[in-house]
């Protein structure tokens, strides 16, 4: 995708006369190529009328930038599309909040309603997750099973067959032992569709959720757009979230979500463990849609802050792909104030600081961290004079930013001066 976008790009700003007819030609590569990303045909359709008003021919041929405006155009549509206009109910930790999981069967319920719960138990909350699923046969052992890997409390049944009885039960619990945010998870797709709705319908008016996350596969393709609405008009959806983002989806459909319930996509999942989860966030998601990936951004930033003879060392390092916590360390060094790093991959504000104080203290450089032990990180934690918390929190950014690095791998490096192109 991002390929066909760029050559469209550079096709136009190739030619020496800029007309209406080179712009369209443009445009319509562009909107083939975010329809095979899965963005809803009528969104792309409204996306490519809002461009041609916004964009001023006469501008596209004087400039030099032509590119960079299109694509800007390009860019601020497509996060206005992901911007549905008012946030979505966010729970406050130590007040009592129910959420209540819908979408189709094997859209990711279930192990999204246990990463949400670690999420914010890792964050000092009390979750608890409710297994209202009881139909499919070991829906529920599913659930028990992730919740006691994370040593979140649950509640189900084996034996009761009525979903609402079963949901409004362990909400009511959950309230009595003061947990903060009780995680209903509920039933896919039954025979009849109508069925499924039905019983949604029962259960969000039993346990009135102060929030219901539709969740979406990624992959789902064209079909998001009407299968987002029909949840929206059976319950009061008000937040996405869209999974399996890890695979060969670009999450197009996401953009078909937000317009059809109204509401803002909040995390997404990126694999199947329980920290394979992130904050969404507009602008990386649409870099990323557009082909554009975390890199072109972080790329622009690197030429701003890193000093001018590191650069073609770093650059030469990302190429290479391999992310050691050397380079993570001078990277904080570099860019404490406004890293590429931290800006492209929202970074804990406190994170260098813990990094700078492990890695003063020991020989964080020649060991590989996905490698450490208990008694290791026992023992830079001492050192450093630090929280073990803090380590394990520090080397798991370290493996997520790994992770964003060895996806740049193998990247064709734009020198400084190229980076008006996609
Ligand atoms: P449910 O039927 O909606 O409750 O879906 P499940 O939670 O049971 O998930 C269905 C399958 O998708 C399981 O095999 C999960 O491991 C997998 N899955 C869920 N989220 C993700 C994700 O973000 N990435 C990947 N790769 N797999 C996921
Ligand atoms: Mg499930």
Redesign the pocket.
């Known amino acids: 995708l991002g390929g066909s976008i760029s050559r469209a790009l550079q096709q136009m700003s190739n030619a020496t006369i800029i007309d209406e007819k080179v712009l369209n030609d443009c445009l319509n590569e562009i909107t083939r190529a975010l329809l095979q990303a899965d963005v809803q045909f009528k969104l792309v359709r409204d996306m490519q009328t809002n461009i041609k008003k916004i964009v001023n021919l006469d501008d596209l041929a004087a400039g030099h930038n032509k590119r960079k405006i299109i694509q800007q155009a390009i860019f601020n549509e497509l996060c206005k599309i992901l911007d549905p206009g008012k946030p979505s109910f966010t729970p406050k930790k130590g007040k009592t909040s129910v959420v209540m999981f819908v979408?189709?069967?094997?859209?990711?319920?279930?192990?999204?309603c246990t990463k949400y719960a670690y999420y914010h138990q890792k964050k000092g909350w009390k979750p608890a997750l409710v297994c209202a699923d009881t139909f499919r046969a070991g829906a529920f052992d599913?659930l028990k099973q992730n919740a006691t890997k994370a040593k979140i409390p649950f509640y189900g049944s084996y034996t009761e067959s009525d979903p609402v009885r079963i949901a409004v039960e362990g909400v009511e619990r959950f309230k009595k032992e003061n947990c903060d945010l009780i995680i209903v998870?509920t039933r896919?797709r039954h025979k009849q569709e109508a069925a499924l709705f039905e019983e949604m319908r029962q259960v969000s008016e039993a346990t009135k959720p102060d929030l219901v996350i539709f969740?979406m596969d990624s992959s789902i393709g064209q079909a998001a757009y009407d299968q987002a609405q029909a949840f929206k008009q059976s319950v009061a959806v008000g937040a996405v979230i869209v999974?399996?983002?890890?695979?060969h989806a670009k999450g197009g459909g996401a953009l078909s979500a937000v317009a059809a319930t109204k509401s803002p996509v909040i995390f997404i999942?990126?694999?199947?463990h329980m920290d394979?989860f992130e904050v969404f966030d507009v602008k990386p998601f649409v870099s990323r849609l557009l082909g554009m990936g975390d890199w072109s951004g972080f790329m622009d930033k690197i030429h701003e802050v890193v000093p001018m003879d590191q650069q073609p060392e770093l650059l030469q390092k990302l190429s290479e792909g391999n992310f050691t916590l050397r380079i993570m360390y001078e990277q904080f060094q570099n860019i404490l104030k406004m890293g590429p790093i931290g800006q492209v991959c929202q970074l804990p504000a406190n994170l260098p600081l813990i990094l700078m104080a492990c890695f003063n203290f020991s020989k964080l450089d020649s060991s590989n961290p996905k490698l450490m032990n208990e008694s290791r990180i026992l023992r830079i934690a001492r050192g450093a004079g630090r929280p073990v918390r803090d380590v394990m929190e520090m080397l798991e950014e370290y493996k997520r930013l790994a992770k964003i690095w060895s996806k740049m791998k193998g990247l064709k490096i734009p020198k400084k001066g190229e980076m008006s192109a996609l």
Do not use: A, N, W
């Open positions: 979408g189709l069967q094997g859209s990711g319920k279930t192990t999204t599913q998870d896919g969740v999974t399996k983002m890890d695979g999942g990126t694999g199947e394979e």
